[in-house]
Structure formats: structure tokens, C-alpha cells
């Protein structure tokens, strides 16, 4: 897990100001405790200044003085706020009136003030379906340019360092796109790819996963998978990428020889991107219960600044290591 220290000590180096919705959640504000006592990043927590006060105070969280907080409900900027999101949304039917009561919601305000370029990144979910986090998201920040799909990407640190970047590899999409078509999978290999640069600060060598590997199968899944691979190359020439591969073919350099010689991907590859996400999904869960790799995740990427879903049973150290890995982007798409 050498990574994770290398990635907290980026964010150390380059503070980055990321907004924390779910400011009265006990995990939360416990994460946020040790993020500024540890200097990780600048925190903004949203909630009830009372309760968050009061929860201060009975867990003796020393560091969270360092943290600004804003009470959604009695902001007093909330019209200036309020008149962005009518501005963003009004074609799709936005009113003043409904815009004031969605900027008392703390998804909304985080949003907003990533849209203002008064935070560089959000991270929630402790307490909010995935749905909830996404939504003002899509809506507010939007995707990044060129992109349509946000998918979900995992890091995993996987115990065989023979395989990947000495064991560290990502998954994707394993969270966000049920069934991608050719366009949105090339999207997916261009995301998690810059999120490989950004995290792992490797070279990625993207393998596009199928059950064929070079023609070994007809089937329109196949063809799938080998038009997003032509699209991936088109979006971003330098990318290397290939597919498509079976997964030992990606994995294993003496399977890759046999079974795409001259591949410069086959065999070596640190980035496995997965034709749909049941694949992808089932794929880590198994390498992480089966192989006892650490998965890390799932990273949002596509959006324009990093807003991260977190699960409803994350722990204090997921929501501190979420938190680091969204300042790590930040910087990323700056």
C-alpha cells in the first residue's frame, strides 16, 4: 500500500479544498478530524453548524476548528447560489423558486461551489444512494470535455506483484454504466487511463476485455469491444491500448505471446477495462475475495472536477483515503 502513503502525501504537498455534504455524519466528520490534523486537505463541511458543534465535542475531534463549515439552510449567499443553478438549469425548466429550496441541499451546495471555483472536489455517499450524489453532479459540474459517460473505476492492490505495476492494477467500469456501447466503452479506456496517470503516476497499457482475444470468437460482443478499442485510439492517439483480449492474454505475458504475438499490450497490461459492468463488477469483488487483493474505490471519473460516491458502509479510513484520492484528481484536472 505504498501508493495510498505516496497519494496522501501529494495531496500533503498541494492542499486541495474538498467538500464534504454529509457534515453531520459521524464518519465523516471523524475523516475530516484526521484529514486536517494530518494536513491531507482543506475541509468544507455542510450541515447544521449546531450538530456538527455537538458531535465535535462528544467524540473531542480537536482539529475539526480548522474545518469551515456552512449550514446549507442559513447560508447567507444561498440567492447567489440559488441564481447560478436557475441560470444552469432554467432550459431544462429550473424556477427561482425551486432553485432556492435545492441549494438548501448539501449535494446541490457542494456542487455549486465546485461550479464557483470556491472547492476543487467533493466526496459523499455515507449516507446518500449513489443516484443522489451523481445527480447535481451531472447536472451542476457536468462531464469533462469530450466525455459523456462517468464510470467507476477500481484501484486494486493485488498480493502477486508479477502482475500489473508491480501488483497495482484498475478495474472498470465496475460501478456507474450497466451495458456501455463501442462509444461510451472507448470513453471508459480514455477515463480510467488519465486516472491511472493521475493516481498511479504510471504508464497505463489499457486492455480491452472480451471472451476473444484477436478474432478467436465471432460475436457482436466481440465487435463491440474491438470498435471501442478503434474509437479509444481515435480519441487519444498516444494511448496504448489493445484489445480485444481475453484476461490471462492481458495478464500473462506467456498467454499473451501465443495468443497476441507482436501486442504490445498482451501480457503486460495495468489497466483492465471490462465490456460491461457485470463483468466488471463480478471481476473485482472475486479478485478481491479469491486473490485477497485490496480494492480501493470505486474512483468517479468523466465528471469536470472530482465528486466521488462512497458506500453506505464505508469506514472512517474509506471516506480518509476517498478524500485523498479526490485531491489527487483535482490537481490531476487542473
Partial sequence: MDLMKKIIAKAQSNKQRIVLPEGTEERTIKAADALLADGVANIILLGNKKEIEDLTKQHNLCSLSKATIIDPEQNPRKEEYASLLFELRKA?????EKALSLVEDPLYLGCLMIKKGEADGEVAGARNATGNVLRPALQIIKTAPGISVV????????????????????????????NPNAAELAQIAVSTAKT???????????????????????????????????????????????????????IV????????????????????????????????????RLAGAEAVGPILQGIAAPVNDLSRGCSVDDIYKLVAITANQAMGTK
Fill in 92 to 96: 431544462k425548466g429550473m424556477t427561482m
Fill in 196 to 250: 491511472a496517470k493521475i493516481l498511479v503516476g504510471t504508464d497505463p497499457k489499457v486492455a480491452m476485455l472480451s471472451f476473444s482475444t484477436k478474432g478467436s470468437a465471432s460475436h457482436e460482443m466481440v465487435d463491440k469491444v474491438v470498435e471501442a478499442t478503434r474509437l479509444a485510439k481515435e480519441m487519444d492517439p498516444t494511448l496504448k491500448i489493445d484489445g480485444e483480449l481475453q484476461a490471462d492474454a492481458a
Fill in 151 to 178: 464510470s467507476g473505476a477500481f484501484l486494486m492492490f493485488i498480493n502477486n506483484h508479477s502482475y500489473g505495476d508491480n501488483g497495482i492494477m484498475l478495474f472498470a467500469d465496475c460501478a456507474v454504466m450497466p
Fill in 253 to 288: 505475458p506467456s498467454v499473451g505471446n501465443k495468443k497476441a504475438p507482436g501486442s504490445d499490450i498482451a501480457g503486460q497490461a495495468n489497466v483492465l477495462v471490462f465490456p460491461s459492468l457485470e463483468a466488471g463488477n463480478i471481476a473485482y469483488k472475486l479478485v478481491q
